[in-house]
């Protein structure tokens, strides 16, 4: 079992930048690979960054890629989704996600390949 808690959401202004972070536990953070998932009202939850279980491999959707970064420390079993150049669309709940069957350099991009789901945290970008 892996338990996952999201903070750093907020409100910003357009062309601004925000930090999330995901603190897991439960399971070596080494073992699972990692992702990012966000849910604006009235639309389906999407998927917006990937990060493998070693960190060499990464995957972005094409709405945030050049603007957003993940990145993961296993010393603090937390992995990190830095946004900039925030948009009004990119306003969400985003969700990270753990998975623990992929090989070491593996990504998902899928919301059914996650096993393990944060609360969320809400991003809200004005215009």
């Known amino acids: 079992q892996v338990q996952l808690v999201e903070s750093g959401g907020g409100l910003v202004q357009a062309g601004g930048s925000l930090r999330l972070s995901c603190a897991t536990s439960g399971r070596t953070f080494s073992s699972v690979a990692m992702g990012w998932f966000r849910q604006a009202p009235g639309k389906e939850r999407e998927f917006v960054a990937a990060?493998?279980?070693?960190?060499?491999?990464?995957f972005y959707a094409a709405p945030v890629k050049g603007r957003f970064a993940v990145s993961r420390d296993d010393a603090k079993n937390t992995v990190y989704l830095q946004m900039n150049s925030l948009k009004p669309e990119d306003t969400a709940v985003y969700y990270c996600a753990a998975v623990d069957t992929l090989a070491s350099g593996a990504v998902a991009s899928k919301a059914y390949d996650y096993a393990y789901w944060g609360r969320g945290t809400q991003v809200t970008v004005s215009s």
């Open positions: 990060i493998s279980r070693n960190g060499g491999s990464t």
